[in-house]
């Protein structure tokens, strides 16, 4: 069976997502497309990248993500490090001619976006983008019914994406609440999760109308440069405080191209609020809602329903719904973050290995969600509605 040598530059919180993907995909999909190995990790020091091979299980570790890049044993670059360093290792990795993923949201904005799409149409390598949530079997399922037809015309889409984790001014000021590397804050972070399933499920946007708030204008600077989340408090009168610069939280509206309109919310302040990332879908002929603190369950109210028997009944994703097959044989049995990503890993090295095969989301749909974000941020600078369309050069 063939094998594909990955270099997986970042060792942290993805970083272990994507390893486990890794050792446990031929085990859910067999026969695997490719065996993924995992070749070199990168991390930016020795001791972390070292830490990382022997905990992640690669082969090899570096502190030089260029010299993995170059390795013609390499096949697949994997970008699992913060925002701003996606674009130039992306760039880097087409123009040696190896595939790609890139961990979300693809870049900074939607300038570096494009550079990273030129480079991978002009090398002819696969790309992905790791917006996993789309392979949640609830999310895939709702789908499937759209196709269908099974909910008729879509006319409204109502999306959130709500968490807690930075909701206390005492957690610190991590990487993501910071511009130069993160981009945008909310928005960017978990928003465009958000945006990613309303184009998946109900078609391009076209038009934002966006309000942003920061709540919390400054929080203590991190100590031991670790990014636990939140998790580990950093309070004190003579703790040293950083300015935040980007949005606590956004709220848009949201035109689709097919006429349907619909709202997306993110939030990392909503107290009670852990990974609340939900979707409502009203059609003219039913509505879905899925809410992925419940991700084995979709939601379905049919407008052929008995009149008796009104309301939204749980269906659970098993055997016979979307990669059924590959997972556990008995409904809600339970799925995790882990197999969205184990499939994310399966869909990305199938289309490596199948010449004609794309895998969705790749960079092109990166690109369209960073001009979605930024048309956000213009539309709640503004205070008025933006055409994404007109962003694009
Ligand atoms: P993290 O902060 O936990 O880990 C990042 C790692 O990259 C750290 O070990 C850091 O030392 C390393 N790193 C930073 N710069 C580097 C460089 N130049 N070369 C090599 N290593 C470098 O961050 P996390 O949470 O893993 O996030 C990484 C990316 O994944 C971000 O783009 C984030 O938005 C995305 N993400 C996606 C999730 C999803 O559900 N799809 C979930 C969490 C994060
Ligand atoms: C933090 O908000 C975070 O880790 C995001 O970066 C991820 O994209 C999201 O899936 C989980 O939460």
Redesign the pocket.
């Known amino acids: 069976m063939k094998k594909l040598n990955v270099g997986m530059?970042?060792?942290?919180?993805?970083?272990k997502?994507h390893s486990l993907a890794y050792a446990a995909m031929p085990m859910f999909f067999w026969p695997a497309p490719a065996i993924p190995h995992r070749h070199t990790v990168?991390?930016?020091k020795e001791e972390?990248a070292k830490d990382?091979a022997a905990r992640l299980g690669f082969e090899h570790y570096s502190t030089d993500?260029r010299e993995v890049v170059n390795n013609p044993e390499i096949d697949v670059i994997d970008i699992?490090?913060?925002?701003n360093?996606?674009a130039e290792i992306a760039i880097a990795a087409a123009k040696a001619g190896k595939h790609i993923i890139s961990?979300?949201?693809l870049a900074l904005g939607a300038a570096e976006a494009k550079e990273m799409l030129e480079a991978v149409k002009a090398a002819g390598v696969k790309h992905a983008v790791?917006?996993?949530?789309r392979r949640t079997p609830a999310v895939a399922l709702a789908k499937k019914y759209i196709q269908e037809g099974r909910i008729g015309e879509i006319l409204s889409f109502r999306g959130t994406y709500l968490q807690d984790w930075s909701a206390d001014p005492n957690s610190p000021l991590s990487?993501r609440f910071q511009k130069k590397i993160a981009g945008s804050g909310a928005l960017g972070?978990i928003g465009t999760?958000v945006v990613d399933f309303a184009r998946y499920l109900v078609g391009e946007i076209s038009d934002v109308n966006a309000l942003t708030r920061t709540w919390i204008p400054e929080r203590p600077l991190q100590t031991g440069g670790i990014?636990k989340l939140g998790t580990v408090k950093n309070s004190g009168a003579d703790v040293p405080k950083g300015t935040v610069d980007v949005d606590d939280e956004v709220i848009t509206m949201v035109k689709f191209e097919n006429g349907a309109i619909g709202t997306i919310e993110a939030t990392r302040n909503a107290w009670g609020r852990n990974n609340f990332l939900t979707f409502e879908i009203h059609g003219t002929k039913g509505s879905l809602f899925f809410n992925y603190e419940n991700r084995d369950e979709l939601q379905v109210s049919f407008s052929d329903d008995p009149s008796d028997a009104k309301g939204f009944r749980t269906v659970y994703t098993g055997p016979a719904t979307p990669y059924g097959e590959a997972l556990w044989p008995i409904p809600a049995l339970g799925i995790g973050y882990g197999e969205t990503k184990i499939i994310e890993t399966h869909d990305f090295f199938k289309a490596i290995v199948e010449e004609d095969t794309q895998f969705s989301p790749n960079f092109n749909d990166g690109y369209r969600i960073e001009l979605i974000a930024d048309a956000i941020l213009e539309s709640a600078e503004k205070g008025q509605w933006v055409n994404v369309n007109e962003l694009e050069e």
Not at 130 to 133: I, S
Request: net charge negative; no cysteine; charged share 15%.
């Open positions: 530059i970042g060792g942290g919180f993805m970083g997502a990168v991390d930016v972390l990382a993500w699992v490090t913060p925002n360093t996606h961990e979300k949201p790791a917006f996993n949530y990487w972070d999760h990014d």
